[in-house]
Nanobody
């Protein structure tokens, strides 16, 4: 029903920036809220940013507030995660997820972000 494909991960230096993209494909005209999760080595997967289907509402984990910015372009079916002032602790696999109901039931394959100090 909902497919998500991430892109834009890679290697960045501490203090630098990266922008992740998530192409959201749906078979019907449904509103899909999107969240970005990340999983660092040895840690649990955690939600770090989310945006409503219209883009009018956003949420951020305290650990990333002020450095990460989530946005979406519904005309292009794409959600973005702009990451600034990168830190080594941002190194993780980042997952784009889709929510139609109460849970994030749809997941992308993940994209690796590595921040070198």
């Amino acid at each position: 029903q909902v497919q998500l494909v991430e892109s834009g991960g890679g290697l960045a230096q501490a203090g630098g920036s990266l922008r992740l993209s998530c192409l959201v494909s749906v078979r019907t005209s449904i509103s899909v809220a999107v969240g970005w999760f990340r999983q660092a080595p040895g840690k649990e997967r955690a939600l770090i940013a989310a945006i409503s289907g219209t883009g009018g509402s956003t949420w951020y984990a305290d650990s990333v507030k002020g450095r990460l910015h989530i946005s979406r372009d519904n005309a292009k079916n794409t959600v973005f995660l702009q990451m600034n002032s990168l830190k080594s602790e941002d190194t993780a696999v980042y997952y784009c997820t889709g929510r139609v109901g109460a849970e994030y039931d749809y997941w992308g394959q993940g994209t690796q972000v590595t921040v070198s100090s």
